[in-house]
């Protein structure tokens, strides 16, 4: 029945706002359309790769949910098993097609540094969850991946904080740590991506600088 | 069990896996194959038309 409170744009909760906004207005952060130039099937692999990040996460929390047992001795155990495996392993796959294709039309272009930046260290955290998750199958794999892994760590002087033969350690960096990690500089770099554009190819970008420099007063002399 | 039965008759596992050996490079067959298979997938998302691409650069 009462009437709102009147809005205080001193507050923090409303400062917040204002900048998140500003940052990524509603049609930014949810576009209905992608300039001509994104319907080529290099861009699609951005998207594979988060497509892949829904499947494991939602295929490794079933895991977690029913644990070691129930994936090595049930039949249902196993196929969740085999599905978080095979997301990963084409997680990785598109991701480094992405890489390669974003590297090639170096997408750090146009302000777009932090985008890349974001993109490069998720795929840098994503090889200690993957490897965290080889060795916490409780299985003859794990352990030769475990004893494999155990030396090369030693020798740069990490193993005795991160011993990859100690499963309760390793599990808990990979269903915790490494996954928030991994989700948040995903959904980081995916709010950039939104806030600076998929980045446009070379040739268009040259023609729309040599358009802006016509356009504006006294652009064109000189040329 | 069937089923690893038929994969065991195809894949020998009884046995050292196949390496690719140049200078320092040491790479397993599988893995060769999976970046030969990334590359060719790279090569083809650049060549391969988009489907509707065309429509749309007629449609500007």
């Known amino acids: ?223 | 069990m069937a089923t690893s039965t038929i994969v065991a008759a195809v894949f020998n596992l009884n046995r050292p896996a196949h390496t690719v050996d140049w200078h320092f490079i040491h790479l397993s067959v599988a893995n060769v194959i999976v970046i030969g298979l990334m590359l060719l997938v790279f090569v083809l998302a650049i060549l391969l038309p988009f489907p509707g691409s065309r429509r749309r650069e007629t449609a500007r």
């Open chain 1, 1 to 223: 029945m009462s009437a709102e409170p009147p809005p205080s744009p001193g507050s923090w909760t409303a400062r917040i706002r204002e900048a998140g906004v500003r940052a990524l207005p509603p049609d930014k952060l949810l576009p209905d359309g992608q300039p001509t130039y994104v319907a080529s099937w290099i861009y699609v692999f951005g998207v594979l790769s988060l497509a892949s990040l829904v499947v494991i996460v939602l295929s490794g929390s079933i895991l977690a949910l029913k644990g070691p047992a129930w994936w090595h001795y049930t039949s249902v155990g196993h196929f969740f098993n085999s599905i978080h495996l095979w997301a990963v392993e084409l997680f990785f796959f598109v991701m480094v097609v992405h890489l390669w294709g974003k590297y090639w039309m170096a997408a750090w272009r146009g302000g777009r540094a932090r985008v890349w930046m974001t993109g490069a260290v998720v795929f840098l955290v994503a090889v200690p969850t993957a490897l965290t998750g080889y060795v916490s199958q409780q299985n003859f794999d794990a352990q030769w991946i475990s004893t494999q892994a155990k030396d090369g760590l030693n020798s740069v002087g990490v193993g005795a904080f991160f011993n990859v033969t100690n499963f309760g350690q390793m599990y808990s960096w990979h269903i915790l740590l490494l996954p928030i990690a991994v989700v948040a500089l995903v959904t980081a770099h995916v709010l950039l991506v939104r806030k600076h554009g998929v980045v446009p190819p070379f040739d268009l970008e040259e023609r729309r600088a040599a358009l802006a420099a016509t356009d504006s007063p006294g652009g064109g002399a000189g040329r």
